[in-house]
């Protein structure tokens, strides 16, 4: 089993607060990856990081930010949440970006703002 | 750009019956393909994966052949079980600018009732 650990499981929060999603692992992978899935289960890169100091901006536009200052952390911040940011939110980790390495998941976030 | 394409779902089986989902794929280059399970409340788990044309994945019974002529990656299993009810992800990675990155499909939920 991949150790890859997401909290809170389950969030609700009203519009306008600040909330940090939290993503951690102990595989010591270097590539870490957030994406958003929708309520129809499609899945959208948001974010990734190909190690410390690293974050790129994925296939779909998020007003979320992340940041990677140990290897082992990767969380993801929405400096003022919406309604339209309700989903869930996975996070992944892969051991190099080879054709052959797998992504491995956490069991994801799931955010509700009223 | 890269795109897959899997069948509509939901799908809803008898125990024992057998399962095919397709799943058909655009690319640049020559991709690495991979299917995922997500079973209720958690993340996803790879499933079985496939790195060459003509390879077979195998996994739990499941099957998949990457077909590079008719650029296809479509899972088999031969007699489902109810505890194979979850949603499932056929996905491609390929190299150039989406270095390391995913790219899944709509997913595809299947039922498999006693």
């Known amino acids: 089993e991949a150790d890859i650990y997401q909290t809170p499981r389950y969030l609700v929060i009203g519009t306008g607060k600040k909330i940090t999603l939290e993503c951690s692992q102990t595989m010591g992978h270097d590539k870490m990856y957030w994406y958003q899935q929708d309520p129809g289960m499609e899945l959208h890169l948001i974010h990734y990081?190909?190690?410390?100091?690293?974050?790129e901006k994925g296939d779909l536009s998020s007003e979320s930010t992340v940041s990677r200052i140990r290897t082992e952390h990767f969380p993801l911040t929405l400096e003022s949440a919406r309604p339209s940011h309700t989903s869930q939110y996975l996070c992944?980790?892969?051991?190099?970006?080879?054709?052959?390495?797998?992504?491995?998941f956490g069991n994801g976030t799931r955010l509700t703002v009223t | 750009g890269n795109s897959v394409t899997q069948m509509e779902g939901p799908v809803t089986l008898s125990e024992e019956a057998f399962l095919t989902i397709n799943c058909t794929y655009t690319a640049t280059g020559y991709p690495s393909l991979f299917w995922y399970v997500q079973y209720p409340g958690e993340g996803l788990q790879l499933l079985l994966k496939a790195t060459k044309a003509d390879d077979k994945g195998s996994n739990k019974g499941f099957e998949a052949t990457y077909r590079k002529e008719t650029t296809s990656f479509h899972l088999e299993k031969g007699s489902v079980q109810v505890s194979d009810s979850a949603v499932y992800f056929c996905a491609l990675k390929t190299g150039g600018t989406s270095y390391g990155k995913l790219t899944f499909g709509q997913g595809t939920i299947l039922t498999v009732h006693p």
């Open positions: 992944a980790s892969s051991e190099e970006t080879g054709l052959n390495s797998p992504l491995h």
């Open positions: 990081s190909y190690g410390v100091n690293s974050t």
